[in-house]
């Protein structure tokens, strides 16, 4: 089934990434004491991700420095991957994820630097493209003054994820 822009994806995750060509990365890893997801409820809650490729970070440096709006739109889009990849560790797939809740980037910048939103796009529009753009997310997006590992930014994530049934136990009838 071919969805127009901007429609409802009718299909799942995994297909729409097969469909735009997309292969994901390994799944990150935790650079500390933590875990990299979580889930309550029907809500998926993912630790911020790095641009990292194949357990190396893949763009380093600061926007406005270093940087620039599409080099900090293509960091944003890797880590969104590496997110991707965290969630579909966490869930043994992806077509359990029904839509993006929220979304927060974190970008390394110089303090004069004022494009926040259209590096994050880069993280949004992969999301649009996945999951269609009359599911929506929230943003935050903000600068911070550095990142771990010298990245130029982090993807937080939030996902609505599809519950399985509880297990139910039948007694034998008698």
């Known amino acids: 089934m071919q ?3 901007g429609d409802l994806i009718s299909y799942g995750p995994s297909s729409r990434l097969s ?16 875990v990299e ?18 357990g190396k970070l893949a763009i ?3 926007l406005g420095a270093n940087l620039s709006v599409k080099e900090g739109q293509e960091a944003a889009r890797i880590a969104s991957l590496s997110a991707l ?3 579909k560790q966490h869930l043994g797939g992806l077509d359990r994820l029904k839509k993006l809740v929220k979304l927060t980037v974190l970008i390394a910048t110089i303090e004069q630097f004022a494009d926040h939103a259209a590096v994050a ?3 949004s529009d992969l999301f649009v493209q ?3 753009r009359k599911t929506g997310h929230v943003r935050l997006v903000y600068g911070v003054q550095s990142l771990p590992i010298g990245a130029p930014v982090i993807v937080d994530t939030v996902f609505e994820i599809e519950v399985p049934p509880p297990y139910s136990i039948s007694k034998p009838q008698h």
């Not at 997309?22 to 935790?30: D, G, K, N, R, T």
């Not at 997801?37 to 194949?54: A, E, I, M, Q, W």
């Open 3 to 5: 969805a127009r822009s």
């Open 19 to 34: 469909e735009l060509g997309i292969v994901l990365p390994a799944p990150p890893a935790p650079l500390g004491a933590y």
């Open 37 to 54: 997801s979580s889930d309550t409820g029907n809500l998926l809650f993912l630790s911020g991700t790095l641009p990292v490729v194949n």
């Open 60 to 62: 380093a440096g600061r």
């Open 85 to 87: 990849a965290a969630a």
């Open 121 to 123: 796009d880069g993280a």
């Open 130 to 132: 996945i999951f269609g």
